[in-house]
């Protein structure tokens, strides 16, 4: 019997190899947590891509809040940092947080993210987080780079193949 794993998914694209990567170990529950995408046109692109994914892979899905008024509370007087810099790493922080809180109120004892499939991501920062939530909420941070052995360049293979939106950023539009 598979373990079951919480993986908190930051888009469709990015979520394919990872759900392959994790699929022979675990059954996976999905879910979309991410007040940081703007516009709400985008986010709901980025949603309905996901809805079409998992006609495809079939993992049980769950749609967090969009909520990005608190989105901009968290990250206020970062608004202007560049990709990489603080406004991410609170971004980060905020999103393996509620990923970490969900997976324990499902009961679910494995988590990880796919947000470290993409090379624009730091990973240790990833790790670090995911680590400390899963401490705090008494789980396990599946801690797997995705982007190694040619993950992310698989992502984009299979989103092509998928016929996958894609966007062109990581999802807020401050800059």
Not at 39 to 55: H, I, T
Not at 93 to 116: G, M, P, Q, V
Request: proline share 2%; net charge positive.
């Amino acid at each position: 019997m598979k373990k079951k794993c919480l993986l908190h998914i930051c888009c469709a694209p990015c979520a394919t190899q990872t759900i392959e990567c994790l699929n022979s170990e675990y059954s996976i529950t999905g879910y979309f947590y991410n007040p940081n995408i703007e516009p709400l046109a985008e986010y709901n692109l980025r949603l309905d891509a996901l809805f079409k994914l998992n006609s495809i892979v079939n993992i049980d899905l769950f749609i967090g809040d969009y909520d990005n008024r608190y989105w901009r509370k968290v990250i206020k007087g970062f608004e202007n940092d560049k990709e990489g810099g603080k406004r991410c790493e609170l971004c980060i922080d905020l999103r393996l947080k509620n990923a970490a809180y969900f997976a324990s109120a499902l009961k679910i004892k494995y988590y990880t993210t796919t947000l470290s499939i993409s090379p624009y991501k730091n990973y240790e920062l990833i790790k670090t987080l995911g680590e400390q939530y899963a401490k705090e909420y008494n789980i396990v941070f599946i801690a797997e780079d995705f982007k190694k052995n040619g993950g992310y360049k698989k992502s984009i293979e299979l989103s092509k193949k998928y016929e996958l939106y894609r966007q062109k950023y990581c999802g807020c539009k401050i800059q």
